[in-house]
């Protein structure tokens, strides 16, 4: 049974910074395209960053050159570093994973079979 168990979200002030981290079970994560989604109320979910099984990264322009993927395989652990916070990045955070690749949208949603519960993240001004 597959399980991504999302950890280290909170809150922080506008300009600060946090790391999530996504613990998962029941697969080898250096096998899977992993990614972080979010979605904040009201509001489309979102693919945030993504990362290939050979470590190739690729971002949302929201957030890119402030957040960074990466993967511990030997701790099979996904984590999102995300730095200089606004408060448009206050939302729910998910890990996912998944088998299927399309270059042409690999932050799209359909392309990820398992999902995690999610961690909060609030950005005060």
């Known amino acids: 049974q597959v399980q991504l168990v999302e950890s280290g979200g909170g809150s922080v002030q506008a300009g600060g910074s946090l790391r999530l981290s996504c613990a998962a079970s029941?697969?080898?994560?250096?096998?899977?395209?992993m990614g972080w989604f979010r979605q904040a109320p009201g509001k489309e979910r979102e693919g945030v960053a993504s990362?290939?099984?050979?470590?190739?990264?690729m971002y949302a322009s929201s957030v890119k050159d402030r957040f960074t993927i990466s993967k511990d395989n030997a701790k099979n652990t996904l984590y999102l570093q995300m730095t200089s916070l606004t408060v448009e990045d206050t939302a729910m955070y998910h890990c996912?994973?998944?088998?299927?690749?399309?270059?042409?949208?690999?932050?799209?949603?359909?392309?990820?079979?398992?999902w995690g519960q999610g961690t909060q993240v609030t950005v005060s001004s």
């Open positions: 990362i290939q099984p050979g470590g190739t990264t």
């Open positions: 029941g697969l080898t994560a250096s096998r899977y395209y």
């Open positions: 996912v994973a998944g088998l299927r690749w399309d270059s042409l949208a690999p932050l799209s949603r359909y392309l990820y079979d398992y």
